[in-house]
């Protein structure tokens, strides 16, 4: 073998060079593989937060964990959840040291973008039934005509009952459809602007178009289809005033790409960081400091309302904790650190303007530390200390992750945020960790696998970590 010139060796002493995954653990394939079979399993069955927190549980049930009970104490390596409104979890392993040295915080979110039926969806129209919508989150309109999608949710019932609500995911069911012109007549359409090319109430789904046989009635064709779905499901129009029903999109997780690498799937965002940090939370024993693993809600639309971040469930808990151990909550607080589990943009080779390659993630480069986030100038953004980041990046170095750094686009291109900063401002100490992607908020997202399954191994790591 050829001897490393001075010039060599004196670059790898101080120069910082992001390897692929593939190249520094090529014996992880398999493993990683397995990993992402589960995930991808997982994915399919939890495409909303209600259906993800309702998976969730069935993995800690089965894994021993009980109803959290502010009255019970527990010891080391016991193991409880708390579900927020069946729309936000809260998992817990009990640590060795007292809420007083800290807890270890993991939070990810599991709302992801998509279209939401009115309050009163259904109308007819040009001899169609249809239903009207309102997106969720940040998405790209366009991405969410002429494909098929399926409706996810739950009606609640005045008797207190609620039901579940799934079309369009089973082999024999129907789906839903919104159209879009076909090029022949999209001429006027083509001069708008592609934020403007599908507006907000172009959205609707296309959800029936034969009439009832009854000429005398009115509307026959809403008609028909209010009587198949109370049929089915018992329910009326009025009940969809008390409905919460998701339109995202009807297909399954897959493989993508000749070798398996990737995986084409919807709501990467974040379910991906929420089902690692599950992984993570499952497979933790006796931890030194008490985990926290949370789930929360409606981080695509700013993490308001009770089951966001932006609200008091978490940190009522984490008081609960600090009562549990006889400690004051501020102490608690001020020593306790936190991952906010979230994705960030992954380099696009056919899209590389928006990217400043220094400070971008790349796929299979393992996840993403995110110093902070915001928009032009770090507004509205975390940003993470000094020591904050060299904890974690010691801590994936000494767990032997792959690591890189990323920042959402260039400064004047691209911005965004997480959860990190609501829990900044109550003296923790926090920084975004997850999953690059490519085509994110799209109804078809992309991530590694090898990043996937060193997501889960980075939280693994902090769940478990003795310093």
């Not at 729309?87 to 993991?106: Q, S, Y």
């Not at 198949?228 to 009807?250: N, Q, S």
């Not at 897959?254 to 690498?261: A, E, F, V």
């Not at 900063?421 to 908020?441: C, E």
């Amino acid at each position: 073998m050829k001897e490393k010139t001075e010039g060599q060796k004196l670059a790898e002493q101080l120069c910082y060079v992001r390897k692929p995954v593939a190249e520094r653990f090529p014996e992880l394939t398999e493993e990683c593989q397995a990993f992402c079979e589960e995930y991808k399993a997982f994915l399919g069955k939890a495409k909303t937060e209600r259906e993800f927190v309702c998976e969730a549980i069935k993995l800690l049930e089965q894994a021993g964990y009980t109803p959290f009970d502010p009255s019970r104490h527990y010891k080391p390596g016991d193991k409880v959840y708390y579900s927020n409104r069946g729309k936000a979890l809260m998992m817990t392993t009990f640590g060795r040291k007292t809420a007083a040295e800290g807890v270890h915080i993991n939070i990810a979110h599991i709302d992801s973008p998509r279209l939401d039926l009115k309050a009163n969806p259904l109308y007819e129209d040009g001899g169609f039934a249809l239903f009207k919508t309102h997106y969720y989150g940040g998405i790209r309109k366009y991405q969410w005509t002429a494909v098929p999608l399926a409706l996810h949710g739950v009606f609640a019932k005045a008797d207190g009952t609620v039901q579940p609500f799934v079309i369009g995911e089973e082999e024999q069911d129907p789906v839903f459809y919104v159209t879009d012109l076909l090029p022949h007549l999209g001429r006027e359409q083509n001069k708008r602007t592609l934020a403007e090319g599908i507006g907000g109430e172009e959205l609707n789904l296309l959800a029936g178009s034969l009439p009832y046989p009854d000429k005398e009635v009115s509307e026959r064709v809403k008609l028909l289809t209010l009587q198949l779905l109370h049929e089915k499901y018992g329910i009326t129009e009025k009940d969809f005033i008390c409905a919460e029903i998701e339109a995202v999109p009807a297909y399954k997780p897959r493989d993508l790409g000749l070798d398996r690498s990737m995986i084409a799937a919807y709501a990467h965002d974040d379910k991906v960081c929420a089902y690692t940090a599950l992984r993570a939370e499952l497979a933790t024993k006796t931890p030194a400091y008490t985990t926290v693993t949370c789930f929360a809600d409606k981080e695509e639309t700013g993490s308001d309302g009770n089951t966001g971040l932006n609200s008091e469930f978490l940190f009522q808990y984490l008081e609960y904790l600090a009562e549990h151990d006889k400690v004051p909550y501020k102490q608690m607080i001020a020593h306790t650190r936190c991952l906010s589990a979230d994705v960030n943009a992954g380099f696009d080779p056919t899209f590389p303007s928006v990217s400043e390659k220094n400070n971008t993630a790349y796929l299979g480069h393992g996840v993403v530390v995110t110093k902070y986030t915001g928009a032009g100038g770090k507004y509205d953004t975390s940003d993470a200390s000094a020591e904050t980041m060299a904890y974690f990046t010691s801590l994936l170095d000494r767990h032997q992750v792959c690591w890189q750094t990323g920042e959402l686009g260039k400064v004047d291109a691209g911005g965004g945020g997480t959860v990190a900063k609501f829990v900044a401002n109550r003296n923790i100490d926090v920084v975004d960790i997850g999953v690059p992607l490519l085509s994110m908020h799209a109804p078809c997202e992309v991530a590694s696998k090898l990043d996937v399954y060193m997501c889960y191994k980075a939280f693994a790591a902090f769940a478990g970590d003795e310093a």
